[in-house]
């Protein structure tokens, strides 16, 4: 599903710059859930960008199902971002002025679906998190949890390959957190691949591996057994 | 290709983005509405000029008579020169076809009256070329002809105000008007845009004054137009030439400047000219000023826009956005808006002078007014500069790594 090897990135900081990835290696399989961990600086958000597409790598080689991820055009990343990826952020980052169901249609616009069709399977995508009675709410009428809610439904209606969450609790009480990650863990039970990443080592523990980061590189990377986030709720 | 959900796209973020949207349409708006009034006005008092020349013919010369200051050919200095009929025609001879239109004119103070309505009034008794000299406007009735001179008819042609003073109940034309006693039939009315002055006149036939008010052939003074093909340098002679033509056949001294005075408007004409070009080229500096000032605020809001929608630039590109699909929708957001507030500062603009031309003529501003395809021109210029200033930075933000512009909190 996702393979990478020998991955470098470094931001110039003035005159000198910083090494963030020093040559990480990680492949994951279709239908894995697992928790990138790592106290800040370490690199760790970095690793999600770039397997997000949202920033690019020094060097280092990043295979995505099979389609070598390298010197991309900003048309073609942008077409590649549509088709595998789907973006869960810590701030949610629905755009303030569309409802519910114009954000999670958003990327379908993107897709070229027809008006109809991207209404029909935006509400099918917020039936299934829970939110079709608000369909028509903006952004600033929903709470935390239901804006991650939509969030993650707009991330699904492109039906992407994999789900990329950066710290998707972060900004959510624990309960709330609970709550979205019990709806990631089904997801998954679906077979949805997901990665996320967190420095929450309950949220980590929900996941079926932990890959540890410290200082750009790998420490540790292991299965756990997973915690369900229903026993919780 | 018309994609109507790029459309939807851009109508629902001007549409929930109303204060961005009614700042950057105010500007453009405002500025076309300066635009249009600074350019109505500067049009305003070129109106006036031309206006200030209306009254006569552009190219008329006027010759009066006066007392010589100087002894001249054995004639004493204080001699009273007085024109008769035979200069009239001596000009018309000499000068042939320099001269387009040419009356002799006898002014008579008169107290007119019809029925019990009384007032005084100037006549002034002329030949029938006045007509295109003062350019009179006939309303009714006809002007003074050659026949009324001959015939030395008593009739009259009478100014509007004159028959709205005394023809108080009833028109005047076919009536009989009484100057100073005599009975004179009114057989025409006419009109001029010299204002009321030149609308309170009686003109009467030359040779029916001569004879009733003096019995005489005397002329106070002559007017006429030169031949409309000349220049103004040519005028000028030919003004140079008359006045010493006539100051010899009057044995005037060449530099008694009182005997005879001629006065060439194309004098005047010039410095208008002159006047009309400054003008303009106010006017152009106006209008280049406030197109200028608009395009650096519409350039300066597109700039802030971009900057606003950064993060949301970010979650579009996150989402599968393509970088021309970024730069459409911002450059044609500004595109409507620009486009629309331009229209809505051209109506304004428009209205503000219909509403203020009344007022406006007590300062010398007639009929203020701009042309609809020049503030068009100024809108689509004002559209241009905004799509230019804005494609730049919407270049620039299709371009921000997303990252970075979701970063942008």
């Given at each position: 599903?996702?393979?990478?090897?020998?991955?470098?990135?470094?931001?110039?900081?003035?005159?000198?710059?910083?090494h963030?990835?020093?040559?990480?290696?990680?492949?994951?399989?279709?239908?894995?859930?697992v928790?990138?961990?790592?106290?800040?600086?370490s690199?760790?958000?970095?690793?999600?960008?770039?397997?997000?597409?949202?920033?690019?790598?020094?060097?280092?080689d990043?295979?995505?199902?099979?389609?070598?991820?390298?010197?991309?055009?900003?048309?073609?990343?942008?077409?590649?971002?549509?088709k595998?990826?789907?973006?869960?952020?810590?701030?949610?980052?629905?755009?303030?002025?569309?409802?519910?169901?114009?954000?999670?249609?958003?990327?379908?616009?993107?897709?070229?679906?027809?008006?109809?069709?991207?209404?029909?399977?935006?509400?099918?995508?917020?039936e299934?998190?829970?939110?079709?009675?608000?369909?028509?709410?903006?952004?600033?009428?929903?709470?935390?949890?239901?804006?991650?809610?939509?969030?993650?439904?707009?991330?699904?209606?492109?039906?992407?390959?994999?789900?990329?969450?950066?710290?998707?609790?972060?900004?959510?009480?624990?309960t709330?957190?609970?709550?979205?990650?019990?709806?990631?863990?089904?997801?998954?039970?679906?077979?949805?691949?997901?990665?996320?990443?967190?420095h929450?080592?309950?949220?980590?523990?929900?996941?079926?591996?932990?890959?540890?980061?410290?200082?750009?590189?790998?420490?540790?990377?292991?299965?756990?057994?997973?915690?369900?986030?229903?026993?919780?709720? | 290709?018309?994609?109507?959900?790029?459309?939807?796209?851009?109508?629902?973020?001007?549409?929930?983005?109303?204060?961005?949207?009614?700042?950057?349409?105010?500007?453009?708006?405002?500025?076309i509405?300066?635009?249009?009034?600074?350019?109505?006005?500067?049009?305003?008092?070129?109106?006036?000029?031309?206006e200030?020349?209306?009254?006569?013919?552009?190219?008329?010369?006027?010759?009066?008579?006066?007392?010589?200051?100087?002894?001249?050919?054995g004639?004493?200095?204080?001699?009273?020169?007085?024109?008769?009929?035979?200069?009239?025609?001596?000009?018309?001879?000499?000068?042939?076809?320099?001269?387009?239109?040419?009356?002799?004119?006898?002014?008579?103070?008169v107290?007119?009256?019809?029925?019990?309505?009384?007032?005084?009034?100037?006549?002034?008794?002329?030949?029938p070329?006045?007509?295109?000299?003062?350019?009179?406007?006939?309303?009714?009735?006809?002007?003074?002809?050659?026949?009324?001179?001959?015939?030395?008819?008593?009739?009259?042609?009478?100014?509007?105000?004159?028959?709205?003073?005394?023809?108080?109940?009833?028109?005047?034309?076919?009536?009989?008007?009484?100057?100073?006693?005599?009975?004179?039939?009114?057989?025409?009315?006419?009109?001029?845009?010299?204002?009321?002055?030149e609308?309170?006149?009686?003109?009467?036939?030359?040779?029916?004054?001569?004879q009733?008010?003096?019995?005489?052939?005397?002329?106070?003074?002559m007017?006429?137009?030169?031949?409309?093909?000349m220049?103004y340098?040519?005028?000028?002679?030919?003004?140079?030439?008359l006045?010493?033509?006539?100051?010899?056949?009057?044995?005037?001294?060449?530099?008694?400047?009182?005997?005879?005075?001629?006065?060439?408007?194309?004098?005047?004409?010039?410095?208008?000219?002159?006047?009309?070009?400054?003008?303009?080229?106010?006017?152009?500096?106006?209008?280049?000023?406030?197109?200028?000032?608009?395009?650096?605020?519409?350039?300066?809001?597109?700039?802030?826009?971009?900057?606003?929608?950064?993060?949301?630039?970010?979650?579009?590109?996150?989402?599968?956005?393509?970088?021309?699909?970024?730069?459409?929708?911002?450059?044609?957001?500004?595109?409507?808006?620009?486009?629309?507030?331009?229209?809505?500062?051209?109506?304004?603009?428009?209205?503000?002078?219909?509403?203020?031309?009344?007022?406006?003529?007590?300062?010398?501003i007639?009929?203020?007014?701009?042309?609809?395809?020049?503030?068009?021109?100024?809108?689509?210029?004002?559209?241009?500069?905004?799509?230019?200033?804005?494609?730049?930075?919407?270049?620039?933000?299709?371009?921000?790594?997303?990252?970075?512009?979701?970063?942008?909190?």
């Amino acid at each position: 599903m996702l393979k990478i090897s020998q991955l470098h990135k470094s931001y110039p900081i003035g005159d000198s710059s910083l090494h963030v990835l020093k040559g990480i290696d990680l492949s994951v399989d279709a239908g894995e859930m697992v928790a990138i961990m790592g106290s800040s600086g370490s690199g760790k958000s970095t690793l999600l960008n770039i397997i997000g597409m949202l920033d690019e790598a020094d060097s280092g080689d990043y295979i995505l199902d099979e389609v070598p991820i390298k010197n991309l055009t900003e048309k073609k990343a942008a077409v590649y971002r549509n088709k595998f990826l789907g973006f869960i952020f810590q701030s949610f980052n629905l755009i303030n002025y569309k409802n519910a169901l114009e954000n999670v249609a958003l990327p379908l616009y993107y897709q070229g679906l027809k008006r109809k069709e991207r209404q029909e399977k935006g509400k099918f995508h917020l039936e299934k998190v829970g939110l079709l009675d608000w369909a028509h709410h903006l952004p600033s009428e929903l709470s935390g949890g239901q804006k991650q809610r939509v969030a993650i439904a707009r991330a699904l209606a492109a039906n992407p390959k994999l789900l990329l969450a950066d710290e998707p609790t972060g900004a959510l009480d624990t309960t709330t957190s609970y709550e979205i990650m019990e709806f990631l863990q089904q997801l998954n039970d679906e077979g949805k691949t997901i990665l996320i990443v967190t420095h929450e080592e309950d949220i980590a523990e929900m996941c079926k591996r932990i890959v540890r980061l410290r200082d750009g590189v790998i420490m540790e990377d292991k299965p756990v057994e997973q915690v369900r986030a229903s026993q919780y709720v | 290709m018309f994609d109507i959900d790029l459309w939807r796209e851009i109508f629902q973020s001007i549409n929930k983005n109303r204060t961005r949207s009614l700042l950057s349409g105010f500007t453009v708006a405002f500025a076309i509405l300066l635009f249009a009034i600074l350019f109505g006005i500067a049009n305003g008092l070129g109106n006036t000029l031309d206006e200030a020349f209306k009254d006569d013919a552009i190219n008329n010369i006027v010759i009066w008579s006066g007392r010589t200051t100087k002894a001249n050919k054995g004639l004493q200095a204080g001699r009273q020169i007085q024109f008769k009929n035979k200069d009239h025609d001596y000009i018309k001879e000499e000068f042939g076809d320099k001269v387009e239109f040419m009356t002799s004119r006898v002014m008579i103070n008169v107290d007119a009256s019809f029925r019990n309505e009384k007032s005084s009034y100037t006549v002034r008794a002329i030949h029938p070329d006045n007509l295109f000299i003062e350019q009179n406007k006939i309303k009714e009735g006809r002007y003074i002809n050659q026949r009324d001179l001959n015939e030395k008819t008593k009739v009259v042609i009478i100014g509007r105000l004159v028959e709205e003073d005394l023809y108080t109940k009833t028109r005047a034309l076919g009536k009989y008007i009484n100057l100073n006693g005599i009975q004179y039939k009114v057989v025409g009315v006419f009109t001029d845009d010299g204002g009321d002055d030149e609308e309170r006149m009686i003109y009467m036939p030359i040779t029916t004054a001569q004879q009733i008010y003096g019995n005489n052939d005397y002329v106070d003074m002559m007017y006429l137009t030169y031949n409309p093909e000349m220049d103004y340098d040519t005028a000028l002679s030919f003004s140079n030439l008359l006045t010493r033509k006539l100051k010899d056949r009057f044995s005037i001294a060449k530099n008694d400047q009182r005997g005879i005075r001629v006065q060439n408007n194309a004098e005047g004409a010039k410095a208008v000219n002159q006047m009309s070009f400054g003008l303009g080229i106010i006017i152009l500096v106006i209008g280049f000023g406030t197109l200028i000032a608009g395009i650096v605020g519409i350039s300066n809001i597109m700039i802030f826009i971009v900057k606003e929608r950064t993060k949301e630039i970010g979650i579009r590109k996150a989402l599968g956005a393509q970088p021309k699909q970024i730069i459409s929708i911002i450059l044609i957001e500004s595109i409507i808006i620009t486009a629309i507030a331009g229209y809505m500062g051209l109506l304004a603009g428009i209205g503000v002078l219909e509403l203020a031309t009344p007022t406006l003529e007590t300062y010398f501003i007639k009929d203020p007014g701009v042309s609809n395809s020049l503030v068009i021109g100024a809108t689509i210029t004002l559209i241009l500069a905004g799509t230019l200033a804005g494609y730049i930075p919407a270049k620039k933000a299709s371009k921000i790594k997303p990252i970075v512009a979701l970063r942008n909190d």
